[in-house]
């Protein structure tokens, strides 16, 4: 059974600083790694999406990194803004369905 | 495009009702999944539609069903609830062509509360 795990389960950062948050996950067949943004109360917005042939991936101010035989994923936000605090959350794709972490809640301080 | 889209935002039931919610996939998109998230369990997988056909189903009870229409869109039913129904259900569409390329769109969820 898969198990995925967000490392830390909150971040609180001033603002400009950069943003680090970990996944792991224990069985590396999987299709794809992707990274979520949910704010309060309200749907997933899809960040990125890595396929496992993939190394990282970019986005404007951010950037993920996927090691499939470790079972890790990083995602980088640089220069965080107030606007950047969610809570972010990773899943791993297999042949059945989305397996999520507990996210990580982020608050970037003005 | 527009985005998922999920009918209706909050509900509030009663123990031993049932409910219907509704998810309209983004245009061209073959593949529906639902998720039930709380506080305690987390986002977990209930079930997932791919042209009118059930593909797979998460560990819940058969009080939980659903179904896909031919032009993609989905309904959910929840029979006989329960007070730890309560949750937000999350839709999910992707364009169905290929699980390693497919990015996952969710809709904005339901609101259930049950009483």
């Known amino acids: 059974k898969q198990e995925v795990t967000q490392i830390p389960a909150a971040l609180s950062v001033p603002e400009g600083e950069n943003l680090v948050l970990n996944c792991s996950f224990t069985?590396?067949?999987?299709?794809?790694l992707q990274w979520f943004r949910q704010d309060p109360g309200k749907g997933l917005t899809s960040l990125l999406l890595i396929q496992s042939s993939q190394r990282e991936q970019t986005s404007g101010r951010l950037n993920a990194s996927l090691d499939k035989s470790s079972g890790r994923s990083t995602l980088y936000i640089a220069a965080s803004q107030p606007g950047d605090s969610a809570t972010y959350l990773c899943?791993?794709?297999?042949?059945?369905?989305?397996?999520f972490g507990a996210g990580t809640t982020v608050t970037v301080r003005a | 495009k527009a985005g998922v889209t999920q009918t209706p935002r909050y509900l509030i039931k009663t123990r031993g009702q049932q409910v219907t919610l509704s998810c309209s996939p983004i245009s061209g998109h073959r593949s529906v999944s639902w998720y039930q998230q709380t506080p305690g369990q987390g986002l977990q997988f209930l079930f997932e539609?791919?042209?009118?056909?059930?593909?797979n189903k998460g560990n819940f009870p058969g009080r939980f069903s659903g179904r896909q229409f031919s032009n993609s869109r989905s309904e959910m039913n929840v029979s006989t609830l329960e007070l730890g129904d309560s949750a937000l259900y999350l839709c999910a569409s992707r364009p169905g062509t290929h699980f390693s390329t497919d990015t996952q769109y969710f809709g904005p969820g339901t609101r259930l509360t049950v009483l």
């Open positions: 899943a791993v794709r297999d042949d059945y369905k989305l397996s």
């Open positions: 069985d590396s067949a999987i299709y794809n």
């Open positions: 539609y791919f042209s009118e056909t059930q593909r």
